[in-house]
């Protein structure tokens, strides 16, 4: 019933910036925690970025200061601009919705994410 679109990703230079994309469509419901996860070649998904309804944001220590998460709950969308990118960035990035106790409910289906120059 609920579906999460990704868009953004792509190929950029160390130092470059990308802004990725997240629309939910189907029954969604704005009061609930959402946010971006990633997965790297030969790690485990860890959590990125999450935002709750009413904009409390929460960052992976690694992208503090570089990575910013945003919403807009009247579009039922949200954002992960994500500047000064490392090669360690890269990753497939997979958009979440109705995190409960760190455990995502709904995910995207993935975002190449790649930082090479």
């Known amino acids: 019933q609920v579906q999460l679109v990704e868009s953004g990703g792509g190929l950029v230079q160390p130092g470059g910036s990308l802004r990725l994309s997240c629309a939910a469509s189907?029954?969604?419901?704005?009061?609930?925690?959402v946010g971006w996860y990633r997965q790297a070649p030969g790690k485990q998904r860890e959590l990125v970025a999450s935002i709750t309804s009413t904009h409390t944001t929460n960052y992976e220590d690694s992208v503090k200061g570089r990575f910013t998460i945003s919403r807009d709950n009247t579009k039922n969308t949200w954002y992960l601009q994500m500047n000064s990118l490392k090669p360690e960035d890269t990753a497939v990035y997979y958009c979440v919705s109705h995190i409960v106790s760190g455990s995502p409910a709904y995910w995207g289906q993935g975002t190449q994410v790649t930082v090479s120059s």
């Open positions: 189907g029954t969604f419901f704005r009061p609930y925690t």
